[in-house]
């Protein structure tokens, strides 16, 4: 009795076999990603220092640091999240606590999605179309932004629809017997608990901006400027742009500057990920229940 | 039948019809719900009782596709009016749910949570608030179990001490009627006993409306009890009236356990 027959052992060797395979592919997904940071470190990792990250580029960017780029970027990125995070969070609270399911909502939510697939040069050219040009903003930062809040926004609102929906129902229904109205709800229980999960589409977010060019090449970002930029009226290099530019547009640029600019705009993004999902962390462990 | 003083009733149900979109959930609901005591509701699963009560409070509203004619007077106002504030209906009737349904927040701000809402605008200072919470969860039994752990969530203590915690939070805004849609139905028999005894506490100070499809339940817990069938009231009485010499043979049939 208890002994293994032969079928079990033969399940045993398929389960085994499973396993292994579905491992192996979850190896071989890390594996670009580690040979992409290792090339970079590779190549690019002597040429960090703090002058490279603190100064300006010379000889014609052949040369120097890379700091109105990185300082361009981080601009660019707080501005867009400024805009996109406040209209997607409100946008979202709209879509699932108040409007109903109807043909205005189905609407907005097909908008929604289309929105999430048009191509990125084609946000470029609306941004140029829209706030350059139909607003009046001019190429600048602000400009820049908006465009690529535009962009992010359907991230945003996808991401916090699904946190609120994932706060029970029991919870909205409580409240209201309590006789708390929507609102009230909303901002005492529902939004407090579905906090971490905005975070995440704000992560995203955050990645995907840094990384944009097309979208921020025509509206705001310029190939080199001599000055940083003052206000959100002004032109300003990005790492993005800047990156695509020396290695594309400038001959004769060592091969350790661009790998070094690459490193930077992924050490970048990786910071504000490791930082928001930190956030995160400690926001889940607050959560009570 | 003589009738009482209205004064006597908290809930007064004048020919109440319900539809879920076209179906037709109640049938010329007539009932009268006395103060101060506790009333059983019971009856078959899908015969409507929770509908009845999430009627009382204007819960059912919320789905939109409710239609209600009729009339439920609660403490001689027609809830049912127009120019009625829901958010005051909903204070004066707490509901307390079958799975116990605190708010994902401490032990303290659940207490808190009604009170702060309807008590804003008037001072309260941070010495009042401890008051509220230690006389809420003083009145629910819970008080010496939970006074060392106010800011611990709400969600970690046991059912049985979640459900006195949702009785506990609907005090302190005062409300005149209490309705429970099976209380017990989640908890084990100790749990249940300890909530059974809470509830029986309760009585006076609050109306109370309980549905159970636990007979003994009823029996022992309740003073009046309402048979329903098929969205219909088939029978109102005494508790021990109505299972000791039911007038109708449905009301037979169902404490017999003759229906499922
Ligand atoms: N939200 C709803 N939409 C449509 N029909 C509903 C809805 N809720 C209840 N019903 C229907 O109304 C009738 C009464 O339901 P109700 O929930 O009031 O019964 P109940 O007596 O509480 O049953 P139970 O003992 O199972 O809780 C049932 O036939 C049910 O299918
Ligand atoms: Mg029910």
């Not at chain 1, 959100?232 to 070094?260: K, N, R």
Request: net charge neutral; proline share 4%; hydrophobic share 50%.
């Amino acid at each position: 009795m208890f002994a293994a027959t032969e079928l079990n052992q033969r399940d045993k060797n398929t389960q085994t076999l499973f396993r292994m395979g579905f491992m192996l592919v979850t190896a071989l997904l890390i594996l670009p990603v580690l040979l992409i940071l290792a090339t970079l470190v590779y190549k690019g990792g002597s040429i960090i220092s703090a002058e490279f990250l603190f100064g300006d580029p010379t000889n014609g960017m052949r040369e120097g640091g890379i700091f109105p780029a990185l300082y361009g970027t981080v601009w660019l990125v707080a501005v867009a999240l400024l805009v996109s995070v406040p209209l997607g969070v409100a946008a979202a609270v709209y879509l699932s606590e108040y409007a109903g399911d109807n043909w205005f909502t189905r609407v907005i939510n097909l908008a929604i999605i289309n929105l999430a697939g048009v191509p990125s040069i084609v946000h470029a050219l609306f941004g140029v179309g829209a706030f350059v040009l139909f607003f009046g903003i001019g190429t600048s930062i602000l400009a820049a932004s908006l465009t690529l809040a535009i962009m992010t926004l359907p991230v945003v609102i996808v991401a916090t629809r699904e946190s609120l929906q994932a706060v029970p129902r029991e919870f909205r229904e409580a409240c209201w017997n309590m006789g708390a109205t929507r609102w009230q709800t909303i901002r005492r229980v529902v939004l407090p608990n579905a906090v971490s999960g905005i975070l995440t589409g704000v992560i995203l977010e955050v990645s995907r901006t840094t990384g944009e060019t097309a979208p921020i090449m025509f509206t705001g970002a310029a190939f080199f400027l001599p000055f940083l930029p003052e206000s959100v009226f002004d032109q300003t290099m990005a790492l993005s742009l800047h990156l695509y530019v020396i290695t594309t547009q400038v001959p004769g640029v060592p091969e350790a500057l661009p790998f070094g600019v690459a490193l930077v705009l992924i050490g970048m993004v990786l910071l504000m990920n490791s930082f928001s999902i930190a956030l995160r962390m400690w926001l889940r462990g607050r959560k009570k229940w | 039948m003589n009738s009482p003083a209205r004064d006597d009733y908290a809930v007064h149900t004048v020919m109440l019809n319900l539809w879920y979109g076209t179906f037709q959930a109640l049938f010329d609901i007539n009932l009268d719900v006395k103060k101060g005591i506790i009333t059983s509701l019971i009856g078959p699963s899908g015969c409507g009782k929770s509908t009845y009560l999430r009627s009382v409070n204007r819960i059912n509203e919320r789905l939109g596709y409710v239609r209600t004619e009729g009339t439920i007077e609660v403490l001689g106002k027609n809830i049912l009016d127009a120019n009625v504030e829901i958010l005051q209906v909903r204070k004066q009737i707490g509901m307390v749910f079958q799975r116990p349904n605190p708010l994902p927040l401490s032990i303290r701000d659940n207490i808190l949570f009604g009170h702060n809402i309807h008590m804003r605008g008037q001072k309260s200072s941070k010495f009042d608030r401890e008051d509220v919470v230690e006389s809420a969860l003083r009145r629910v039994l819970l008080w010496d179990k939970v006074k060392d752990r106010l800011q611990r969530k709400a969600t970690e203590l046991s059912l049985e001490e979640q459900q006195k915690l949702c009785i506990a939070r609907l005090l302190p805004v005062k409300p005149a009627v209490l309705l429970m849609d099976e209380p017990c139905s989640a908890l084990d028999p100790k749990g249940t006993e300890a909530v059974e005894e809470l509830i029986w506490e309760l009585r006076g100070d609050f109306t109370i409306l309980i549905v159970t499809h636990n007979m003994a339940q009823a029996r022992r817990a309740s003073e009046e009890c309402i048979f329903m069938l098929m969205g219909k009231v088939i029978e109102h009485g005494a508790t021990e009236e109505v299972f000791l010499t039911p007038r109708q043979s449905e009301t037979a049939d169902y404490i017999e356990g003759r229906y499922g």
